[in-house]
């Protein structure tokens, strides 16, 4: 009787000592990653710094001076929303300095936005806003109509290329009197 319970309890041990070994077995996994980046936030406010041209066509834009090209420099503060992805909507409010050899002024818009994001880091958006400009102190009431493409470059930073139709509301010509091509650098809060 002896001889049969110690066969029980070495097989019991054998057999106990056999699953804590098959516990120990270790199978390699991929690790999952600590963090994945989301892609380019566009939604939250911005500001930026633009530069590019403007050419006034034969109805000048409250300037006196027709068939001109000027230089453009500003800037731009901003914020977006996103109802339903992906539809991006905005309002922003620009200020550029508008030169050549014969005119300086100051043009100041209001804007409204609705985009759409075409990728993670690229959006497409149709503009409209209301403005005035600003020379000799003499200001006259503006409109502009136009788009653009803006493309996230870091995770805060994105680049922006815009064109835009500017019209003059005193001045009973042409529905644009001149055209606006800004290129420029935004950051993300």
């Known amino acids: 009787m002896f001889v049969r319970s110690l066969t029980l309890g070495v097989a019991a041990a054998a057999l106990l000592a056999g699953g804590a070994q098959a516990a120990d077995l270790i199978i390699p996994t991929t690790p999952q990653p600590i963090y994945e980046a989301a892609g380019f936030s566009w939604e939250g406010l911005y500001v930026g710094a633009r ?23 500003g800037g731009v503060v901003g914020v977006n929303f ?50 005035t ?11 502009q109509l136009g788009g653009g493409l803006e493309v996230g470059v870091t995770d805060a930073v994105s680049v922006r290329a815009e064109l835009v139709g500017i019209g003059d509301f005193d001045n009973g010509g042409n529905f644009f009197d001149g055209a606006k091509a800004t290129v420029g650098v935004f950051y993300h809060f």
């Open 133 to 143: 400009q600003t020379r000799n102190g003499t200001n006259t009431g503006l409109y």
């Open 82 to 131: 996103i109802p339903a992805d992906p539809i991006v909507i905005g309002a922003e409010v620009t200020a550029d300095y508008i030169w050549n050899g014969n005119l300086a002024t100051g043009e100041f818009f209001a804007n409204l936005k609705a985009g759409a994001i075409v990728t993670d880091n690229v959006m497409v958006y149709a503009l409209a806003g209301i403005g």
């Open 51 to 73: 530069v590019g041209g403007e050419f006034v066509g034969n109805d000048a834009i409250g300037t006196g001076v027709a068939n001109e090209s000027y230089g453009v420099i």
